[in-house]
Structures are given as C-alpha cells and as structure tokens.
C-alpha cells in the first residue's frame, strides 16, 4: 500500500504560480534580444553603441549570475516566499525604469537592477516546487517547470517583434508589469511560506567570497568574449575569480555553517548532474546564441519571423520536459540523460552542415528534436540534485544548478563566440582588403558590422554582403562543431558517473525508500506549531516540509 501523498493541497495551483514569475524572467530576455537593432536607432531608440549593447545583455547576466547561489541560500534561511515575493516588486520597478530610461547608460544601470530580481526568482521557484511536491511527483513538477522555459523563448521574439512593430521599444519591457502585478496577487495568495526551520548561523564569509568569486569570473568571461582573451585584464578578472571561488571552496570546507556543504559533491548523482547541465547549456546557447544572426543576417528574415522559426524548439521543449518523468522511470535517469544530450549533440552537428542556401525546413526541424534532447536531460538533472538534498536545504540546490547553468551559458556564448570572431575575421579580411582603415576594422569586426558598412557602399555591397555571409557561416559550423564536442563530452560524464536510477535523498532527514517512496522521515506531521515569537502565517513544522497556508 502506497504511502501517504505529503504535497501541498493546492501543489498544481501553486505550480501554475511558480511558472507565471519564471516566464517573467525568461520572457524578458527572449524579448530584448529582438529590440536590439530598435535601441541602436538614434532616432526611434537610444542610439546605443555596439559595446552598449552588449552591456544591456551582461549587466543583467552579471548581477543575476553574482547573486543566484547566495539568494537561493538567504531564501533558506529568511523565507522563499517572501524572497518571491521582493523578487516580483524589484524585477517590475526595474522593468519600469529600463522602459523609461533616457540613455544607454540609465538602461545599462537598469538591467542591472533587474537581474537582483531575477536571482531572488529563480532559485526560489525551484525550492518552492521541492518543498510543496511530494518525491514522487517532483519529477513532474520540475518537468512542467522546465517546459516553461521553452513557452518563453517562444513566445519571447514573437511578442516583442509585434511590440515593436505597433509601440515604442519601452514596451518590451513594460509587458512585465501587468503580468509581475497578477503574479503578487497570486503569489501573497497561493504560495506558503517555506524556510529551513534549523538554519543555524549565516555564513556571512561564504555569501560574500561566492559573490565576489562569481561576478569576477562572470565578468572576465563576458568581457575576454566581447574583446578577446588576449588582455592582461581580462585574465585577472577570470584567475582572481578562480581564486576567490577556490577560497569559497576552502572555507566552505571548513566552516561550521557552510552555505554549500562542499561534501555533497562526492555525491555521484549531485556532480553529475550539475556536470551535465553546465556542459550541455555551455553548448547549447554556444551554438544555439549564433543561430539568431544566421536567421536575420544571413536568411534575411524579420526578428518576428525569426521568433516563429524557433516555435518548434520551444514545442520539442513543452512537449517532452514533462514526459521526461516517465521516461526516466521506465529507462532510468542515466539512460536518458544521455539519450537527450546526444540528441541534443546530433543537433550542434547539424548547425555546422547549414549553408546560406539550405531549406529552412531542415532548420525548423532540427530546432524541435533540439528542444526534444535537452528537455530529457534538464527535468531529470535537476530532480537529480534536488533528490540529494532534504526540502528545508532545497534553494541550495536550485541555487547551485541555477548559477552553474547560468555561468555555463555565459562561457559558451564568450568562448565559442571568440571562435566564431577569429574565424569570421580570418575568412573576410580578403574582401575588405581594399576598404578604407576604419571601415575595414568595422566589417571585419562582426557579420552586422559589415552590413552595416555594405548599406552605404551602393550598387557595390554586393560581394561584400556575399562574403560576410559565407564567412560568418563558415564560422557558425566551428562553434556548431564545438558544441558538439562538449556534447559528447557531456554524455560521458553521465554515462560514467550518473547513477542508473535515481535513489532518494540520503542522510538524516533525507531517507528515502527505493524507487521513490517516502518514508517516513519524509512525511509531515499533520498538526503545524506556531514558532516561538510568529503569527498564524508563519509557522514552523518539525518535518522537512516547513511550508503553510
């Protein structure tokens, strides 16, 4: 006889909560990436620099890179959903002010502001889905949660391609406030109030080596991807990083209230996984970063069209995230881990066969069996590593895969986009042999570099477009061969060290029977005491659900 269900009531309503503030975050970045071309217009934008730009993107990656690991933690400790909840307020103040801001510089500042709210999010919905499920329906959860992501980067471009097209370029990012001000509603309603009942003392060290390590690391990644890795300055950032990240490790080690408990990473089923996801996004977004300028640039396709070209990723993402759950019952996790990143790998190897003449069908449907792979390797990656842990110690897990995830990312776009710079730039220079200093430097510079030169040449930009076309299309296919490789690498990862099934949490509190049953370390004691000194609404349970209402 099956045991006791010990989610919450109200887990699918809550869940349906939880995906709405994810869509906010995802949403908005999908949504800026097709205004770039708006904001450079001095006249109907902000006439921001190529550089400016950039920053738009990695002032928010930076910030929300820096302090995902230590607002996942901090949500432990002080309240998920209360960090929800703030989280929600700042994102929509500061989607306000970037949509009035007057200057690229006020706009950079405000993406910044915005990725502080985006890391009190996203770890905390993670933590959330752990504490109101129950193990055995976790792994759906985390895939409906995950298939999220892949309704954003669908949605994304479409909606900010029609926004463009009938409002100003404000409106990317005040679509965020109707749908942040429905989700504090219903957040402040549905959600309970979670925390580690036993946080202990804070780790004041660790909170501030792990930010000081990542935002280091992130920005030499970023900056050495933009400029080249070939300045003084960018490897100090990337070796300070290293080592203030290597001091974290030491201290978190030796501590006796580590924020990470360094031990966890012996765990085959903890390092693997997060091995997995940082290698599979690593390639993913490396490849996957490119495809954009190959649709507009080179296919010549609106960012609307190019925004409905990517639906099918997003399907291959809705459709199998949440199926994932089955599959890994019936094949177990290992299995299809590894299945879903090879696929995902045979994808990247496509990348690198396109031609500026290829049937934009093959682009279409190599778009959803990419989507299809990598939603069989996120939802169980990721129940993987929340599996480890008990509930109260949840947001240190989100937070973990989370950052790996989103420093992954920034790797993969700086590193193969350095190899997509190198390769254009060798491939174009015999084109624009006879332009002029400055001008040369510019269409050498990148692929939009040199349409940008080629609309003032006249009858004459002819060879030129054709040739930025071929070379930048020649250095997709290195960065296309690149993903494939850590592709492959990943899948030996999993197929070496990830377990086959996936075992409950181990440890005091965190026992779990075969084949994920609770027992009944894992039940809730159904009768909630109010904690010391606290109200009706915030009230601690002696169980590792710590959650109310």
Same mark, same amino acid.
């Given at each position: 006889m099956d045991s006791a269900n010990t989610g919450h009531p109200r887990r699918w309503a809550i869940l349906g909560v939880l995906v709405i503030s994810l869509? !906010?975050?995802? #949403?908005d970045n999908t949504v800026l990436n097709v205004a770039m071309r708006t904001l450079a217009d001095p006249v109907h934008g902000?006439?921001?620099? $190529?550089? $400016? #730009? %950039?920053? &738009? +993107?990695?002032?928010y990656t930076l910030v929300f890179a820096g302090l995902l690991f230590s607002f996942g933690v901090l949500g432990d400790r002080w309240g998920r959903?209360?960090?929800?909840? +703030?989280? #929600?307020?700042?994102?929509? +103040?500061a989607s306000v002010l970037s949509a009035y801001a007057q200057d690229p510089g006020q706009l950079i500042a405000a993406r910044a502001f915005m990725g502080v709210g985006g890391a009190a999010i996203m770890p905390v919905t993670l933590s959330i889905i752990s504490n109101v499920f129950d193990p055995r329906e976790r792994g759906k959860a985390i895939g409906i949660w995950a298939g999220s992501v892949g309704l954003a980067v669908a949605i994304g471009p479409l909606l900010g391609g029609f926004l463009l097209e009938h409002f100003w370029w404000g409106s990317v990012f005040m679509i965020n406030v109707p749908i942040i001000l429905f989700g504090l509603v219903a957040v402040a309603l549905l959600v309970p109030e979670s925390r580690d009942p036993q946080p202990g003392r804070i780790d004041l060290v660790g909170v501030v080596l792990s930010v000081v390590g990542l935002v280091a690391l992130v920005y030499g990644i970023v900056d050495g991807g933009e400029h080249g890795f070939g300045r003084p300055e960018v490897w100090a950032s990337l070796v300070g990083g290293a080592l203030v990240l290597a001091a974290f490790v030491w201290w978190e080690s030796r501590t006796t209230h580590p924020s990470l408990d360094v031990k966890l990473f012996r765990d085959a089923r903890f390092s693997a996984s997060v091995a997995s996801i940082g290698l599979l996004f690593f390639a993913s977004m490396g490849s996957f970063f490119f495809v954009g300028f190959y649709l507009q640039l080179v296919r010549d396709y609106s960012p609307m069209q190019s925004g409905a070209l990517l639906v099918p990723f997003a399907v291959g993402q809705m459709v199998f995230a949440p199926l994932s759950t089955n599959l890994v019952k019936r094949f177990g996790v290992r299995t299809v881990s590894a299945a879903g990143i090879l696929l995902a790998g045979i994808t990247f190897a496509v990348l *690198?066969?396109?031609? =500026?003449?290829?049937p934009i069908w093959i682009v279409v449907v190599n778009f959803f069996f990419m989507g299809a792979g990598m939603a069989n390797v996120m939802p169980p990656a990721t129940n993987t590593i929340m599996s480890v842990l008990p509930r109260e110690k949840a947001g240190v897990g989100s937070a973990v895969s989370n950052t790996v995830r989103q420093v992954a990312v920034a790797m993969g776009v700086a590193v193969l986009g350095s190899v997509v710079a190198g390769v254009y730039r060798? %491939?174009?220079?015999?084109?624009?042999? *006879?332009?002029?200093?400055?001008?040369?430097? !510019?269409?050498?510079?990148? +692929?939009?570099? *040199?349409?940008? =030169?080629a609309a003032n040449l006249g009858p004459?930009?002819?060879?030129? !477009?054709s040739a930025a076309n071929?070379?930048? !299309? @020649? &250095?997709? @296919?290195?960065?296309?061969?690149?993903?494939?490789l850590v592709a492959l690498i990943a899948v030996g990862v999993v197929l070496r060290w990830m377990p086959k099934q996936l075992a409950g949490p181990a440890g005091p509190g965190g026992a779990q029977a075969p084949g994920g049953a609770p027992t009944r370390a894992d039940i809730p004691v159904n009768r909630a005491v109010p904690a010391a000194g606290g109200d009706e609404g915030d009230v601690q349970r002696p169980s590792r659900l710590s959650a109310v209402g």
């Open positions: 869509l !906010v975050v995802v #949403l902000l006439g921001a620099t $190529q550089s $400016q #730009l %950039e920053w &738009a +993107i990695n002032s959903k209360r960090f929800l909840l +703030i989280g #929600l307020v700042l994102f929509g +103040i *690198a066969t396109l031609q =500026v003449d290829t060798g %491939e174009i220079e015999t084109a624009t042999a *006879a332009l002029p200093g400055p001008i040369r430097d !510019v269409a050498n510079e990148s +692929i939009a570099g *040199a349409y940008g =030169v004459a930009s002819g060879p030129l !477009v071929d070379a930048f !299309v @020649h &250095a997709m @296919h290195w960065a296309a061969l690149g993903s494939t």
